[in-house]
């Protein structure tokens, strides 16, 4: 009856803990009530040599927390100094590049003050404007052009759907379920294209060089720069598949490669670790599949000024970095290493070991061995080689 309350209702009894805390005379406020604090009357006091102890370990814990504290703070001062900093360099940049380099291009670009500004990265509202002008236009396409090769991509991709009869006519030597599978592999290359991002969902046959593309130029330009880069030798060799001329690339490669880094270089011997096993992926997608994006852009930036010798600049200088990490791996293990490259890469790292790499071997440059090895492998089949080493 005692726990029943005005209304009849039986109540609940009061809980052993809350009659203990009736019983105290203190309630401790915090862990320095605890440690400070007198202990209530009905307790032993504490002797003074377990209290001077207590409030020594209290001082102590109250000194490092401050000290971690400071510590926090000029690290977050640190970074944002940093980013001031960072952020003031780009705006200069920017300004310099709309200023003074973009309208007097073709008198600066190979100047060695715009050549710096390049190595350094080019600001991101300038990037597709310099990439444009950097890999030209060759192949002479214009915006209209562009125009009509997107109205006709876009009726065959409605054909494709639909199964019209301008599909039958054109593929008549194909049935209905390989123009689906056709389509199919379509989609799957979209989202397979930097998913991370979704906004090439609904871009058609998109792949990782014209997503670094759109993302930096609009998107008849973008076009316009994907068909002349993929008119370069090197691409067009890569992506035509065309053996005897890849295999020539490896081997200019593994020229500097052997002269950049000989302990590396003999290790992936021994271990039968071929350049094809790491560099295909990379130059294909020019690293943008490989890299953090941010990352790739910056080796974009180079690579629309050097050319091809600085995408394989850049595979020596990942090589460089790793160098004491690749030479404790067996095959297996270097093999996914280099074909799955950490995520979180600083593109300050990178360019300083690519800064290391030297594209000079026995006083020949990259074109040089190319070239010699190009021919060499045109005479081989005479049985005249021209090369020797």
């Not at 109205?151 to 991709?157: G, V």
């Not at 294209?193 to 930096?216: D, E, K, R």
């Not at 005897?244 to 000989?262: H, I, K, R, S």
């Not at 090589?319 to 600083?346: G, N, V, W, Y």
Request: with cysteine; charged share 25%.
């Amino acid at each position: 009856m005692e726990y029943e309350d005005k209304a009849g209702r039986p109540s609940r009894p009061p809980s052993p803990k809350q009659n203990v805390r009736k019983n105290l005379d203190f309630e401790p406020l915090s862990t320095t009530a605890l440690i400070l604090e007198d202990r209530p009357a009905n307790l032993p006091a504490k002797p003074a040599e377990e209290a001077q102890k207590h409030r020594q370990q209290y001082e102590e814990m109250v000194l490092q927390a401050k000290k971690r504290e400071l510590k926090e703070a000029q690290r977050r001062r640190k970074q944002l100094e940093e980013r001031c900093k960072v952020e003031e360099s780009i705006g200069n940049a920017v300004l310099t590049w709309n200023n003074e380099i973009l309208p007097n291009w073709e008198t600066m670009w190979c100047s060695k003050k715009v050549r710096d500004l390049w190595w350094q990265g080019i600001p991101p509202s300038v990037r597709g404007k310099v990439w444009s002008l950097a890999i030209g236009n060759e192949l002479n396409i214009t915006h209209e052009l562009f125009d009509i090769c997107l109205a006709r991509a876009k009726e065959r991709w409605r054909s494709l759907s639909t199964g019209g009869s301008e599909v039958e006519n054109e593929d008549a030597g194909f049935s209905a379920a390989d123009r689906e599978a056709s389509l199919e592999l379509i989609k799957l290359d979209i989202s397979r294209t930097f998913p991370n991002l979704c906004i090439f969902q609904q871009v058609q046959g998109m792949s990782f060089i014209a997503a670094v593309l759109i993302l930096n130029l609009d998107t008849a330009d973008a076009f316009i720069a994907f068909s002349n880069l993929l008119n370069k030798p090197c691409q067009m060799a890569f992506f035509r598949v065309d053996h005897g001329l890849m295999l020539t690339y490896f081997a200019a490669f593994e020229v500097f490669f052997e002269e950049n880094l000989p302990k590396l270089f003999a290790h992936f011997k021994k271990n039968n670790l071929t350049a094809d096993i790491y560099l295909i992926d990379w130059i294909f997608t020019l690293y943008s599949k490989s890299l953090p994006l941010d990352l790739a852009c910056r080796i974009w930036d180079v690579f629309c000024r050097d050319g091809e010798e600085f995408l394989f600049r850049t595979a020596l200088g990942i090589l460089k970095l790793f160098e004491d990490i690749l030479t404790r791996m067996d095959f297996i293990h270097s093999a996914q290493f280099l074909t799955r490259l950490p995520e979180d890469l600083p593109a300050d790292e990178v360019f300083a070991a690519i800064s290391t790499v030297q594209m000079q071997s026995r006083n020949k440059k990259w074109a040089q061995v190319l070239s010699a090895l190009q021919k060499d492998s045109r005479e081989m089949e005479k049985g005249s080689p021209s090369l020797r080493h």
